[in-house]
């Protein structure tokens, strides 16, 4: 845990230093020595591997972890006593927020970019609520995530939640099945039976302990990312005769012909 710490202090200490490699360009050396000639001269292909040196990615990870990731089955660790507001922790928690947003998802566990630690983050925003038809976010209890009651936001997007060493409590054990997702299992849905409230206790981005009430699609995703952190991912939950690859049906239109980016 502490060399998990540790890593983040190095990594969260030289975001900012610019890399230097453009101003000695190894490449412009090694093609000096690459020439037309006979057979017995190297190729351009076969110096390649001479000067190319592959990008090292440390975790936390800008993307989202894959199933079949190891880290995904592991169950994650409690964060230290009074490590919550610490450099290495808001490293951490900037981290997963970018991946959230930048893959359009609603909530991320630590091990999702590559940290075992016991940390979510979740937020349902007012531009994912609009992508939904009235009748789905009235069936499915959808409300905005985090609950800003008393806040004013003026054209800024309010933080997400963020929880610390959660721990969570069911208020209301009524199953609601619906489709659902996962940013580590990307393209695919399945549905999958939630208790429709529940309670979420744990400490925020300063340390401080927060217990936050969920109801519907926000109760959802809480259960959803506490799951990431006891190895458990929604297949393992799912009514697996529903599961389905989102675009199937493009892939018959196309006949096959469908390339898949992450």
């Known amino acids: 845990m502490r060399s998990i710490l540790l890593r983040f202090n190095r990594l969260s200490g030289v975001r900012n230093i610019t890399s230097q490699l453009c101003l000695q360009n190894p ?10 000639c006979s057979g017995k001269c190297k190729s351009l292909r076969d110096y390649l591997p001479t000067f190319w040196v592959p990008k090292t990615v440390e975790p936390p990870y800008r993307h989202v972890t894959q199933i079949g990731d190891p880290i995904l089955r592991l169950r994650a660790e409690a964060v230290p006593d009074g490590e919550a507001a610490s450099p290495a922790m808001k490293f951490l928690f900037e981290r997963m927020i970018a991946a959230m947003r930048a893959f359009k998802l609603v ?40 609950l800003t009651v008393g806040k004013i936001y ?7 939640q963020i929880l610390v060493n959660p721990v969570l409590k069911v208020t209301d054990f009524t199953r609601k099945t619906f489709p659902e997702g996962c940013g580590s299992m990307t393209g695919f849905t ?26 519907g699609w926000n109760a959802r995703i809480a259960q959803h990312e506490t799951d990431h952190l006891e190895g458990t991912i929604f297949i393992d939950v799912m009514d697996r005769k529903t599961l389905q690859l989102n675009c199937w049906e493009m892939i018959n239109a196309r006949e096959g012909r469908v390339e898949l980016k992450g």
Not at 27 to 36: D, Q, S, V
Not at 154 to 160: E, I
Not at 208 to 215: A, I, P
């Open 27 to 36: 490449f412009r050396e090694k093609i000096r020595g690459i020439h037309t």
């Open 107 to 146: 909530g991320l566990a630590a091990p999702q970019v590559g940290i075992p630690l016991r940390v979510i983050v979740m937020e349902f925003p007012e531009a994912v609520m609009e992508t939904y038809a009235p009748e789905i976010i009235k069936t499915r209890n959808m409300q905005l995530l985090p």
């Open 154 to 160: 003026h054209h800024v997007q309010p933080p997400p």
């Open 190 to 215: 399945a549905d999958v039976a939630r208790y429709a409230g529940v309670e979420v206790t744990g400490y925020d981005e300063n340390g401080m302990q927060k217990t936050v009430r969920l109801e």
